[in-house]
């Protein structure tokens, strides 16, 4: 199995490469500082298939997975990539509504209730740190339909947010990814048809486990995207910054944090790359290497753009400079789509 880009995917890696660095770079401080949603941006990606790229071609997607641009910053990313919808999603933005306030991990805990009634389902409940949750023309939302059954009465609703009950409080204090919007979720007597049920009554929990391996994939990719924004950010500092009558990259100290934060973010890539193949060919490797891509991808991003900012000392802990700012988004990466320690968890039932 060979994980090397070919030609086509080398062109679209560099297309969207280009467009972070031309449309997204000039704006990433602005956005940042006032965690204003970029909705313009999402648009303009929009029409260059960057919006939900991993949606299948037959169903109006663009059939890619999700690398490049967040090189120029990582709450972009997480617009970019939603991962819900068909061929609306390029026109609607989505939200997947899974987490709750005391169930993360837990998926299996949750405690929204979908009670059926008629021809329809009432849907009761409150969901937590859901990405593009006040945005969203339409949401993704994870319920207990057989409360007594465990991971086994868990369904999926497709649940428009402007349907009666449906209420959103924004999340506004994040300490990075500050332009990715982030809400708590209401659901108070939210009915929606029986024809919105996703797949089949009482899979939910199955297919978010199909889901999670692409998901997980793509947060290894926004990992390596701000690990390599930092390196890049550091080599380039690195070379102007002058101590002792000479540029601080002739130091034999920056010269091996430079080339440690290099291996890290290729050795990322390469098996981000990795996974990205298992999942695409929908093999049983996926889900193994998945978890390890998004393992290792985001504990070394957290320590590239740390090393990132020491390579810059007082100037990169200040926002003149772009440093502090991967460290903000790439420590999100060791949590949402699964923590660190319950990819560990996975890897090692995959093993034994």
Request: contains cysteine.
């Given at each position: ?74 709450g ?6 939603t ?23 837990n ?22 740190w859901i ?35 449906f ?24 009915r ?19 889901f ?6 793509s947060?290894?990719?926004q ?13 380039e ?44 060919a ?17 504990e ?33 990466t ?19």
């Open positions: 199995m060979s994980f090397q880009l070919s030609d086509e995917q080398e062109a679209i890696r560099s297309a969207v490469r280009e467009f972070a660095e031309e449309e997204i770079a000039p704006v990433a401080r602005e956005h940042d500082e006032s965690g204003e949603y970029p909705a313009d941006l999402r648009r303009e990606a929009a029409e260059y298939d960057f919006v939900a790229p991993n949606i299948p071609t037959e169903y109006g997607g663009a059939g890619m997975v999700n690398n490049g641009n967040s090189n120029a910053d990582s972009r990313t997480t617009i970019a990539s991962p819900v919808g068909s061929a609306v999603c390029a026109q609607q933005s989505s939200a997947s509504a899974i987490s709750e306030p005391a169930h993360g991990s998926v299996a805990g949750i405690e929204t209730r979908a009670e059926k009634d008629g021809d329809e389902y009432v849907l009761n409940g409150n969901k937590m990405t593009n949750g006040t945005v969203a023309d339409i949401a993704v939302v994870m319920t207990k339909t057989d409360p007594g059954a465990g991971h086994q009465g868990i369904t999926a609703f497709l649940v428009p947010t402007d349907t009666e009950g209420s959103t409080e924004t999340i506004d204090n994040k300490l990075g990814i500050r332009a990715s919007d982030l809400a708590e979720v209401l659901l108070d007597d939210v929606v048809p029986e024809k919105n049920v996703v797949g089949e009554v009482n899979q939910g929990f199955y297919q978010l486990m199909d999670f391996a692409a998901g997980r994939t947060v290894a990719a990992a390596v995207g701000a690990a390599q924004g930092a390196l890049d950010a550091a080599r500092y690195a070379g102007e910054r002058e101590q002792f009558d000479q540029p601080i990259a002739e130091f034999q100290a920056i010269r091996h944090k430079l080339a440690e934060m290099a291996t890290n973010a290729d050795a990322a890539r390469s098996l981000t790359y990795r996974a990205a193949t298992h999942v695409e929908g093999d049983d490797n996926a889900v193994r290497f998945a978890s390890m891509a998004k393992l290792f991808a985001s070394h991003a957290v320590d590239v753009a740390d090393e990132a900012i020491q390579v810059f000392g007082g100037a990169g802990y200040v926002t003149d400079h772009p440093a502090e700012r991967y460290y903000r988004d790439a420590r999100i060791k949590i949402y789509e699964g923590t660190s320690e319950i990819q560990k968890n996975i890897i090692a039932d995959r093993l034994l």
